[in-house]
């Protein structure tokens, strides 16, 4: 027996000021096997609204391109289940999409997220030694993986509420780049020293470990604990710390 | 009077995959300005869902392997009819493409301590480990668990924000320009909010990927709809070996909503087994008589193989045969198919699930997620379904093994959109060192070239209205059917006439096929306005798609053998005396496609003599 659905999608363009204005459409598909969210979005465009807007690429959660808010939480289009989804949406009501609300939007269910790229430019990147084939152990490699395991899907800057609620997109770098950043600090290869940048440009101190970007990571990062905790008493120690600074001064340490 | 943009620049790179981020910043170390052009966003290219690794020989994990090994086993995969100095140069530079990316930024999974090679010799810990894949000798991927693809995009994208380029995210292509028969540049339209675009180069790139998503089942996304292969081919450049279609043997079957997604080669390069529904484990009745020296005739053989790979010692059996090359093994999956013996949904089992938990979690963490959550399997468990999908192009643009350039002046070509290294079947990992290498050597070249030009020639104005109106077109009809229906149409057709076994008969269909999926292709409705309209965006890749379609399905009529990826149900063996020797050419001539064949490029002595003696004399 075939099995109906309800979508409550968001459509509609910023107005001349930035503000989206647009309105919440009802489109309802039939359910195949397995389907996940992206599935049906690509239904309704093939079906009824070629010009529903939604970004995708890889559809097997390795691209971070179909970020959107299902039923109010920000996860992946093509890794969400409409089995999970059905079953968390209660009985009668629409399952409602929305893009990403910290972001400006370009319409319907994309969001502009080139503030992200423009902030990657500001960060240094690797300097490591010029001679080639490397020597590190896995150990050290495993450390900086899980880093670089980031799908740049920014469903944790999304969430984040420094950005999303404080709006503090100038001041403060967002959980993606502390990821990036504790990949290069943490790279058992590069010299490069970016901590006053972290201090400073990118102002982790905003940052007081709710724990909500590591909760929405699809890629399983441990953001919090393993990325922005740990920068964070870099900081501290390179910049607070009255025995280091001592120590810096009396030339003992670097 | 439509308001089109222009922009100039020394380079144009179009597509921001491996092999356009690898050209561009080549292009900018040689002092070039450089445009990069691309689909999607930056670092969302395909290259991102490469997983098993890229193929160099280091010799890190085997010290018996050397260039000249791989060389070898990319000319035997490829069954001869790749160009021989692609495959040297790559297997040459393949090894400092992968150590550069390395300074670059990327962490590869490494070497642990205590390790011997075949000589009893300590293996260096703490270098670059390397994987085991199809059709390659020893050891050879160097990869970043099951996500090389990632990785090797991010230290690209890294690097190349900092070169200087300038990257127009989710520009799609249209045309190319020639003035004085010369490429003089593009035009493209953004498709966030849908301005046009010309774009004045003194080069042009084309990065663009492959074409995979013509065929119904693919492992490939939205974005390789061919417009890349279909731009040159609409300049007039001359096209090569397009019947050459790969169809990975393991792409995820159930449910229908993950069909065709990857299921990596890794997954038997770490011991995976594949059987079917009567728990054969059949590859076993499949050994091509070329690589019967080479593969395990028991299971008993193979899995002392296999116990080598995990005891992480250098092998001295003889490997098993799932890890044949990627057309062998999916033919055998489409005969067990066709005997009855498929899995459940259609396709076969393959089991990683007899090995330790932790270590297929380490190893293979994507497969085990992509299981877990699209398909509600436990791959640490139970077997996983696979069956073949469309993966890769052999084909593409002809282009000169040392430069890159096309036969038409101006124009390069790199990675998957162009044609060469690879023959009739590319081997597993040779691509990401495929779109490193030759990606350097397209930035290289062309940015020498442009650096010689003065100037920028004149785009003619009628050349530019024409583009303009037919890019226009489908958002001024108000009557017409959805593009994604042409699409699905399209798609399905092409699995079932031109997909991996064909026949004249089904072929000859297919092309009559495509005249009227052309038609109804010109003649969509999308409905809906500039702003990022996928609707509109899908009726314009049509025109592309169709061409593409009608280019494999043309050469593969003509190719009247069965040779690697290309499978003839009527003619089914290959044929030396011809066939073997020859590379089809396609060309665009007065609004018509062509085809001939031209002789394989004469090989020198001193590389034929590193080939397998038994084959070559097969051919003759």
Redesign the interface.
């Known amino acids: 027996m075939s099995r109906e659905v309800t979508f409550r999608v968001f459509r509609g363009?910023p107005d001349e000021d930035g503000v989206p204005n647009g309105e919440l459409v009802d489109y309802t598909v039939e359910m195949?096997?397995?389907?996940?969210v992206l599935?049906v979005i690509h239904k309704i465009?093939?079906?009824s609204a070629?010009?529903?807007?939604?970004?995708?690429?890889?559809?097997?959660?390795?691209?971070?391109?179909c970020s959107a808010e299902v039923n109010g939480k920000a996860r992946l289009m093509c890794?969400t289940?409409m089995a999970d989804i059905e079953e968390e949406t209660p009985e009668g009501e629409p399952v409602l999409i929305k893009p990403m609300q910290a972001f400006p939007l370009?319409?319907?269910l994309?969001a502009d997220?080139s503030w992200a790229?423009e902030l990657?430019?500001t960060i240094p990147?690797?300097t490591?030694?010029?001679e080639?084939?490397?020597?590190?152990?896995?150990e050290e490699?495993d450390r900086?993986?899980e880093f670089?395991?980031?799908?740049?899907c920014m469903l944790c800057v999304n969430t984040c509420h420094v950005l999303r609620e404080h709006n503090m997109f100038d001041e403060f770098a967002g959980p993606r780049f502390f990821v990036r950043l504790a990949d290069?600090e943490m790279?058992p290869m590069d010299a490069g020293d970016r901590l006053e940048m972290v201090k400073d440009d990118l102002g982790i101190g905003y940052c007081n470990i709710t724990r909500c970007c590591t909760d929405v990571c699809p890629a399983g990062i441990n953001i919090t604990d393993n990325a922005i905790i740990p920068l964070k008493e870099r900081v501290v120690t390179e910049y607070y710390d009255p025995l280091a600074i001592l120590a810096k001064k009396l030339g003992l340490r670097k | 009077m439509t308001d089109v943009r222009n922009h100039q620049y020394d380079v144009l790179v179009i597509g921001a995959g491996g092999a356009g981020l690898r050209a561009a910043i080549e292009a900018t170390r040689d002092g070039a300005s450089v445009a990069v052009i691309c689909k999607?966003?930056?670092?969302?290219?395909?290259t991102?869902?490469a997983e098993g690794g890229a193929a160099a020989a280091l010799a890190n994990k085997d010290p018996r392997d050397s260039w000249q090994t791989h060389f070898r086993d990319t000319m035997k995969g490829g069954k001869y009819l790749n160009d021989w100095r692609m495959a040297e140069i790559h297997a040459k530079e393949s090894p400092?493409r992968i150590?550069?990316l390395?300074?670059?930024?990327a962490?590869?999974?490494?070497i642990?301590?205590g390790l011997k090679g075949a000589d009893g010799k300590p293996l260096?810990?703490?270098?670059?480990?390397q994987r085991n894949f199809g059709g390659h000798t020893y050891p050879r991927l160097a990869h970043?668990?099951d996500?090389t693809?990632?990785?090797l995009i991010?230290t690209l994208q890294?690097?190349g924000?900092?070169s200087g380029m300038d990257?127009f995210?989710e520009y799609t292509v249209r045309r190319l320009f020639k003035s004085d028969g010369r490429v003089s540049g593009c035009f493209a339209y953004n498709r966030?909010?849908g301005t046009l675009h010309t774009f004045q180069g003194k080069t042009t790139i084309l990065a663009t990927g492959g074409i995979t998503r013509c065929w119904a089942v693919c492992s490939g996304?939205?974005?390789y709809t061919g417009e890349g292969h279909a731009l040159a081919y609409w300049a007039g450049a001359e096209m090569g070996d397009m019947e050459f279609v790969q169809f990975h043997p393991t792409g995820m079957i159930?449910?229908?909503?993950?069909r065709g997604?990857?299921v990596t080669e890794g997954v038997r390069g770490e011991g995976g087994v594949l059987t079917n529904s009567e728990g054969e484990r059949f590859m076993f009745n499949y050994v091509p008589e070329m690589y019967k020296d080479e593969f395990a005739d028991t299971q008993q053989e193979a899995q002392a193989w296999v116990d080598e790979v995990i005891a992480d010692v250098t092998a001295t059996q003889r490997r098993p045969p799932e890890l044949l090359t990627r057309d062998v093994v999916a033919k055998a999956i489409n005969s067990e198919k066709k005997a009855g013996r498929a899995s459940e949904h259609g396709g076969v089992y393959l089991d990683i699930s007899w090995r330790d938990e932790e270590q297929v979690k380490k190893k293979l963490p994507?497969m085990y997620?992509?299981f877990k959550?699209?398909?509600a399997v436990d791959i640490t468990k139970e077997p996983m379904e696979v069956g073949p999908t469309a993966h890769y192009v052999m084909g593409g643009v002809k282009v000169d093994p040392v430069t890159q350039e096309s036969s038409v002046p101006g124009l390069y070509a790199a990675g998957e959109a162009a044609t060469g290294l690879h023959g009739a079947n590319r081997l597993g990992g040779n691509s990401l060192t495929d779109l490193l290498t030759f990606g350097k050597r397209a930035g290289e070249y062309a940015a020498k070239a442009a650096a010689e030009i003065d100037g920028y020639l004149e785009i003619s104005q009628t050349d530019i209205d024409a583009v303009v109106a037919e890019t226009l077109a489908p958002l001024n009809r108000q009557e017409g059917e959805?593009?994604?229906?042409v699409v699905?149409d399209l798609r399905e057709m092409m699995q079932e006439k031109a997909g991996i076994i064909r026949t004249g008969a089904l072929l000859e269909e297919a092309l009559s096929d495509l005249d009227e999926l052309g038609a109804r292709g010109e003649k969509t409705a999308?409905?809906?306005?500039r702003?990022?309209?996928?609707?509109?965006h899908?009726a314009l890749e049509i025109s592309a798609m169709a061409d593409i379609s009608r280019m494999c399905a043309l050469s593969a009529l003509a190719r009247e053998e069965s040779r690697g990826a290309h499978t003839r149900d009527d003619f089914p063996v290959p044929d030396r005396s011809h066939w073997g020797k020859v590379n089809s050419v396609i060309w665009l001539e007065d609004g018509e496609m062509k085809i001939r064949h031209d002789p394989c490029p004469p090989i020198s002595a001193e590389l034929r003599a590193l080939l397998d003696a038994s084959d070559l004399s097969e051919e003759e």
């Open positions: 363009e195949d096997e397995g389907m996940v599935d465009q093939a079906e070629p010009d529903l807007s939604c970004r995708w690429n890889c559809k097997a959660g390795k691209c971070g391109s890794m289940r370009v319409k319907d994309v997220v790229y990657n430019k990147p690797i490591g030694p010029e080639k084939d490397w020597v590190f152990s896995q490699a900086v993986q670089r395991s980031c799908i740049e290069l790279h | 999607s966003m930056l670092g969302k290219a395909h991102v869902m400092d150590r550069e390395e300074q670059w930024g962490i590869f999974d490494r642990p301590p260096k810990a703490g270098t670059i480990s970043i668990g996500a693809g990632l990785e991010r890294d690097r924000i900092h990257v995210m966030a909010d996304s939205w974005e159930w449910p229908p909503s993950v997604i990857l994507g997620h992509q959550e699209l398909a959805n593009p994604a229906k699905e999308p409905g809906g306005g702003i990022y309209n996928p609707g509109w899908q």
